[in-house]
């Protein structure tokens, strides 16, 4: 399969274009003011007629709305901007998770969840961590590409899901540009990667953290990278594999120390690979961009420093 | 290919139970004795089926005592028994009646009250209901109803909902949506005296009085299949009253009792309820039969099936 260089937000757009011309059971379902979360599906309403559905409704309502089109035999996508994701939109999802499980529906949804706002309206934002809240409702996967192959293949797969998919898309990664397969790519939606191998120690991230987690493996040897990609569900068996081939693990949390997926996943490897572990898990909280970072183009050395440091001491033990 | 066809080929797969669901009050036997005698059953076996969960419930070692959650309210089945089998439901699990009337096995609710849902018979797959206090339900009516429109469909969607969750914003959100593109949704609203509606109800009727309710359903839910709108259907009581605190110095009347006054013109009300009470017990006791026999965990709790 042939490959071209397209952007993060260009390769969102791209497998949703190729899903509505493939299935015309999935519609959009916007804010009627609108952006959309990265303005990726500019253009849609043109191109769809109908299924662009702009609607007067806040982001929980949207959310709400998609659910019951849902039952109704259609596949919605939702689109919220990031100042209306906010708790309310999370309480609907829970609402929706309930009713996948208690009514065992089927609700094939694609909520396509912004978050990051620091990167487009500055070092303040971003206080919420939807990823974190969206952790226990098992019935709604998550995922969080890191590059536009992946936000292209995982969005195609979303929507062939039978499921609730929350596809949490980064604002920094929004301008990001890489190597995209043509055609209809789709990767599977609960496998981590391995971004770069390794034999002393594992950073597992996932996000824009991935690429700072990459930087700093380059500055020491013998570190592998693993991208989660799959928040909910885990990939349990290729992290556990990677740690008990390293022995040492430190996880990369963007969002902060407490009750994070960085925790969950130091408690994964400390209860399933304890007896492989050669130092304990460690966590590396990195912080958010600063304005002077931001304004010299997101390089976040800081965060880049703060990985490095935390493989660094768990090497020399 | 069209919305409808290409949905309908890709959940090819999907078990449609809608086609066989009754419909109680049609147009043409909205008034007949047969018609009223259904809709009393159904609020016989609400109220039956969630004493008897209540019973069981309080009657228990160990969790909290309960009130009945759904009693005085069984009249609202008026408005689901209009619906037709391709229309749907979004109702809280409170509105039991509404959820008899469109074929949930009152099995399934004992289960889900008591136990696991076990294997438990699947409700019909288009009607949603569950323990939520229902704001949620009006914004997926919403969506169920713009799905309807898309696909070309000629369903109308419910959603019945307690007062307090209107005035949580999300009924006034869903009908402004739902006007300018004219969507078949249909929104009643179970209120207490003191709610507010921020919108103007098209209609207001009395929600003890299963007929009225009916009545006012059916015009709503017919215009709105007929391309004119979403319908706001306000019934208007206090869920709390029957049976028990006044309202404006009045007792509020029983839905059942006065459905009984009613058709008690030409017959005693003995004589008309005795064998529908006689039925309703056989048929809760039947269902407890079968939800025991469904459920491991009932079995577990050696809960009686008497």
Redesign the interface.
Known sequence: MSSTQVRYRDAVAEALRMEMHR???V?L?AQDRGPDPNGATRGFAGLFG??F?P????G??I??????????????VCEIPISEFGARALG?LT??A??CR????ELPLLVRVPLGGYASSGAADGALDPETWLLGLEEIRVVAPATPGDAKGMTASALRHPAPVCLLEHEALGEVVDTVPEGGHRTPLGEARIVAGGDRLTVIAYGPAVQLATRAATELEGIEVLDLRSLQPLDEVTILASVARTGRVVIVSEAGRSSRIAGEVSALVAERAFQRLHAQPRRAVIPPPDSASLRAGGERPRAVRVIAEACSELIAG | MPVQEAADEQRGERRDTTTDLPRVLTAESRASQSSRTELLRLMLLARSLEGRVLAIRNGAAAGHRRRARGRGSEALVGAAAVLGPEDRLFAPDRYLSAHLARGLPPETFLLRCLGSRGEAPEADAWTVGYASPGSELIDMAAGAALALQLRGADGVAMAIVPGECYVTGHAAEALRAARPRKLPLVVVVEASPTVELADRPDDEVDLSDVEAIGAAARKSVEDARHGDGPGLLLCAASRQAAGGPLVNGAPIADPIERELKRMAVNATTRELLRPLRREVRAEVRDAMRRARSLDAYWRRQGISTA
Do not use: K, M, Y
């Open positions: 299935d015309t059971a519609v379902l109908e299924r559905v609607l007067a409704l806040s929980d309502a959310i709400g709305a998609a659910a019951g089109a849902a039952a109704a035999g259609l596949r919605p609907e609402r929706v309930e009713l208690t009514e065992r529906l």
